[in-house]
């Protein structure tokens, strides 16, 4: 199998291909100009998603086969969008977005060519893959059986380890991602298992279940294997920090050795794998790439940054420095000001332009715990109560129709984008197709795919796209019953092609999904968002956990000391020594403590020009705060 090598010669074209980057630095070429298989360790905004796109610009002008092609998979729809956004700008790179090549993510791939064709071979459908649905649906049913009721009454275990059950292996072993299930010989053991068949027999599954069913298919037919490494003689993996041994080991099973695969992630940012044995995940191997140059920060952020890495290059920052980190050391008793003192410090730092363009947000690695001994600064509820009524809410926001149509008037309020706005609507439309049980969105995840899905099935996807760019643009539809009933008209109108034959207008408008909240939407951003207002300034603080905001940019950025668990050590507290220089990281640190570090290298590479972290003055020396100052470090203390 010939693949097209980039010479350097081919690399003077990027500056016609895409000429508003610059990829002229030795590590980005060396990434670019690689041929076999290899893994690339790059920093936090060093842009390793635009690298591998402008690597794939360059392969489609000289990609030979009709049949065979390039698979690209990364973990998030953001990466996807991205490399997808940069191959549609061109005549070329478009050729990369349809048959025989592949675009898209790990999950998505897993269920196109082997879940769903293993639930066919089982006899099975799929209605929905989503975590929360099947948890919300399990927990009913088990509440349902006295026993397992009057369980959840004495254990609150009990409902997570329902909302959780999962298949693993080829055997379609029965486990649960929420907890630990009970022996095989105890009394609720059948009923457990007799609520995982029956939602399996109704189509509904959780994200983990598909790649159980992969195992399945790859187990019974090993042909498989070869049959995809003939298709995809060229693979790239994306954001391989957020891969699972599980998922790991399944990837290595798809593609023979004549396959030439190359793995871009950053090993410091590996907060999301989950469960498992950390000792086996491969990347990055010896000899990797490093792109270590980061274009989102400064020099002063980049060495804060690097001052908590776990392994890798240090973060070289190659922006302007705008404001340096800055301490805050509040009292037991200030905790629930942090959020407050750190909207006044962006108001002293930014003009309302910036704050309109930018995103201020405030995050936590844990947003709950039951560590009530220790003192506050625990977690995200100690600096904002109002976060656990969000939390508790029927499901998550994307769940509930009005709260992803309660958008403001203002296009950037709440650092909420027309992305997002863009978003929230493809999911509304997904929310309220599957209400209507659609036949035409059968297993179909999230919104990202809706346009896709509906092109495949020879839909006119036209008027779906005119009614999500109306949900977009159009303000506050959730909030008030007037917007509401817009909103119904606007479905109405534009998803009658989509509806099951025969059912009438009546009949679809009076869906539960378009009953009115219990929780008026703009309550529910309250408590996701923290206002702080000066004289006739505001500044709106979104608030979420570490991994809710990975991957994203922020023009200043608050990052709240948080309690481990197992480690029941602070993460600040730990990592501020060795951040001021009093000493060096533990070489045989537990891997509880370095998952610590690694949230906090996410949070802090957040912001492009301010960041702020907040830890409770008892659990930070004195000589600390002046070591930190003379590294260039602002201390602010509310007491």
């Known amino acids: 199998m010939t693949i097209p090598l980039i010479t350097p010669e081919d690399l003077a074209e990027l500056q016609f291909l895409t000429p508003d980057l610059d990829f002229t630095d030795a590590e980005r070429q060396a990434v670019l100009l690689a041929a076999g ?32 092609g390039i698979c690209v998979l990364s973990h998030t729809n953001v990466a996807r969008e991205e490399i997808e956004r940069r191959l549609g700008a061109t005549a070329v790179g478009a050729r990369l977005l349809t048959y025989p090549h592949f675009i898209g993510t790990i999950h998505g791939f897993v269920d196109r060519f082997l879940a769903l064709p293993a639930l066919r071979s089982l006899g099975l459908t799929v209605d929905v893959i989503d975590d929360d649905i099947f948890a919300k649906k399990a927990i009913a049913r088990a509440m349902k059986k006295p026993s397992l009721w009057g369980w959840a009454q004495n254990d609150e275990g009990v409902k997570p380890l329902v909302g959780g059950l999962v ?5 379609l072993v029965l486990d649960s991602e929420g907890g630990t299930l009970p022996k095989t010989t105890a009394k609720s053991y059948p009923l457990l298992t007799e609520i995982k068949e029956q939602l399996t027999s109704e189509g509904v599954f959780r994200y983990a279940d598909m790649f159980a069913f992969a195992e399945m298919l790859l187990t019974n037919f090993p042909d498989i294997k070869v049959q995809l490494s003939r298709r995809f003689p060229l693979v790239y993996l994306d954001e391989m920090q957020d891969t ?23 090993l410091n940012q590996r907060i999301l794998v989950g469960k498992g044995d950390f000792a086996q995940l491969s990347f990055p191997r010896e000899g990797a790439l490093p792109i270590s140059t980061s274009k989102r920060f400064g020099p002063e952020i980049a060495a804060a940054v690097s001052g908590v890495r776990v392994g890798g290059n240090a973060v070289v920052g190659t922006a302007a420095d705008v404001h340096p980190p800055t301490l805050m050391t509040y009292t037991t008793e200030r905790v629930g000001d942090v959020l407050n003192r750190f909207g006044n410090l962006v108001l002293d730092r930014f003009n309302d332009e910036q704050l309109r363009r930018g995103h201020i947000k405030a995050l936590c690695t844990r947003k709950q715990g039951d560590a009530k001994q220790q003192t506050p600064g625990r977690t995200l509820l100690d600096y904002w109560p109002a976060y656990l009524e969000q939390s508790k809410g029927n499901g998550g926001r994307s769940e509930r129709l009005w709260s992803l149509l309660s958008q403001s ?25 599957r209400a209507a049980d659609s036949p035409h969105i059968k297993g179909l ?9 509906l092109a495949d099935a020879g839909q006119d996807v036209k008027g779906i796209r005119r009614l999500c760019r109306e949900l977009a643009t159009a303000s506050n539809l959730g909030a008030a019953e007037a917007g509401r009933a817009k909103a119904v008209e606007l479905f109405t109108q534009y998803l009658h092609p989509l509806l099951p034959v025969g059912m009438s207008t009546a009949k679809f408008q009076a869906l539960p999904v378009f009953q009115a909240p219990e929780m008026q939407p703009e309550q529910e951003a309250n408590q996701r968002a923290c206002q702080v207002k000066r004289g006739d300034r505001l500044v709106e603080i979104e608030i979420g956990t570490v991994a809710s905001m990975k991957g994203e940019t922020h023009l200043a950025t608050l990052v709240l000391e948080s309690l481990g668990h197992p480690s029941r050590r602070f993460d600040l507290a730990e990592a501020l020594p ?43 020396s004195a000589d600390c705060i002046v070591a930190l100052q003379g590294k260039g470090w602002v201390v602010e203390t509310l007491a």
């Open 37 to 68: 298989p290899s893994d690339v360790n790059a920093a936090p905004g060093s842009g390793k998603t635009t690298v591998l796109a402008a690597k794939l610009l360059l392969l489609a002008r000289q990609w030979p086969h009709d049949r065979r």
């Open 167 to 171: 298949y693993r292996g080829a055997d």
């Open 244 to 266: 699972s041994w599980e998922q790991e080991a399944l990837l290595a099973r798809l593609f023979d050795e004549s396959v030439v695969v190359q793995r871009y992630g950053d």
């Open 409 to 433: 008037a203002e296009l950037r309020v709440g650092g909420i984008s027309m992305h997002s706005r863009a978003a929230d609507a493809k999911r509304a439309v997904v929310l309220v197709l």
């Open 445 to 453: 995840r999230d919104g990202s795919q809706l346009f896709r899905r």
């Open 578 to 620: 060795v951040l001021a220089g009093l000493k060096l990281r533990d070489p045989k640190m537990s891997e509880s403590i370095l998952s610590q570090f690694r949230n906090l290298y996410v949070g802090m590479s957040r912001p492009t020009s301010f960041l702020c972290l907040a830890v409770n003055q008892t659990r930070v």
